[in-house]
């Protein structure tokens, strides 16, 4: 995913969309670098990005999600690294109202405890609690430098590493570019949220700044369940007798050995190297994409079907594997945690065997069985996959 595109009422301004600039759910560059407004602004109001958490606070930990874990072990492993930071920004045109963007904010802050969780580790085993509601770490910033300082600005903070076990692992900043214009970046670790989380998070902000400035209720039903909670449920479905039937599909549909796609790389493998991530955008062309969706259509599939039984046909061609193995990413959320923020994200892993003598036809109708009978058994946490499977893996 390249970016997030929310939508925000201007308040009560202009409608305006927000530019796709910071990478949400890839992984940012780490620079380690921390917000320094003193360079091109004032800093009018501050909030201390990691303040300690009391000691004599009794807090009730919670064992962690397996995708959680994942992200856990790699903070420990790699202290200090940004490479699981997520955010973006949010433009305004039109008189802001200060209180009501803050209301909105806490009541976010407060509805989802996702977002005042830190974490442990207790007899070798990982944990999360939840803070005391309070406010929305939120920093405004008078800058001098104009509109074009604000993406700039937005990544260096929006890239400035957490401290997972004192939190917060959410933080805002507010750009004041004029009277009338002004600039919100949220920035949060991916332990805590996805894409999917980020677009709740403002859609719910926005709904809170509305009612108050209409001085009515908010459109918005309780949130019976946290995130806490489907961590626990989790743990409990593996034990069940559906989650024993996800892992013997798994089981039979991928077990055995499990090959590495070998292709040949532009540069040597290191893996002491610092690890790095980026994204290519590749532009189709609107001919192109109508012709793909005319064949997704006349063969009773979608047009990320068709994509991704070229993406497997090339990769087989490239290596020259009978075998071709993709992760693709699934939001996860089962019913009562739609409108939820946490880490629900899931990897399907797509196995794909090409044939010389398979029609194109034939093998766009594997790639959508194979795709279909994956997100029948999409509840399968990838971590606890792995575990089970063994692959031979790699932090380079």
Request: charged residues 20%.
């Amino acid at each position: 995913m390249a970016g997030w595109r929310p939508r925000l009422p201007a308040p009560p301004g202009r409608r305006t969309a927000v530019p796709d600039r910071i990478p949400c759910h890839a992984p940012v560059a780490a620079r380690g670098g921390r917000h320094a407004p003193g360079r091109l602004g004032h800093s009018l109001r501050g909030t201390v990005m990691n303040a300690q958490v009391p000691s004599n606070l009794a807090l009730e930990w919670a064992p962690l999600s397996f995708a959680q874990q994942r992200l856990w072990f790699f903070s420990r492993l790699e202290s200090g690294s940004t490479a699981y930071n997520i955010g973006g920004v949010l433009r305004f045109e039109g008189r802001l109202d200060m209180d009501s963007l803050r209301h909105g904010l806490d009541q976010v802050y407060s509805r989802h405890a996702a977002l005042r969780t830190v974490f442990r580790e207790h007899d070798g085993l990982a944990q999360q609690a939840v803070l005391p509601t309070g406010s929305m770490p939120l920093e405004i910033i008078e800058l001098e430098g104009g509109a074009e300082q604000v993406e700039s600005l937005a990544r260096e903070f929006i890239e400035a590493d957490y401290d997972l076990t004192r939190g917060p692992l959410v933080r805002c900043a507010l750009y004041r570019l004029g009277e009338n214009s002004h600039a919100l970046a949220v920035g949060m670790h991916h332990i805590i949220s996805d894409a999917w989380s980020v677009r709740v998070l403002v859609e719910e902000m926005a709904e809170f700044y509305r009612a108050r400035q209409q001085n009515r209720q908010p459109f918005m039903t309780p949130q019976p369940l946290q995130y806490s909670e489907y961590a626990v449920g989790q743990r409990e479905w593996l034990d069940s007798a559906a989650g024993a039937q996800q892992m013997a599909f798994w089981r039979e549909r991928l077990g055995g050995e499990q090959p590495p796609l070998s292709l040949t790389p532009d540069y040597p493998h290191n893996a002491q190297a610092a690890r790095r991530a980026a994204y290519r955008t590749l532009r189709v062309e609107p001919s192109l994409v109508a012709r793909l969706s005319d064949l997704a259509k006349a063969n009773g599939a979608t047009l990320f079907t068709v994509l991704l039984a070229a993406l497997q046909l090339q990769l087989a061609r490239l290596s020259g594997q009978r075998e071709v193995r993709i992760g693709v990413p699934v939001a996860g959320r089962a019913k009562g945690f739609e409108r939820l923020v946490g880490f629900f994200v899931n990897t399907l892993v797509l196995k794909a065997e090409p044939r010389p003598e398979l029609s194109v036809a034939e093998w766009r109708e594997q790639a959508r069985t194979g795709l279909k009978q994956a997100q029948a058994n999409q509840e399968m946490p990838f971590e606890r996959l792995v575990e089970e499977l063994a692959p031979s893996r790699s932090l380079g």
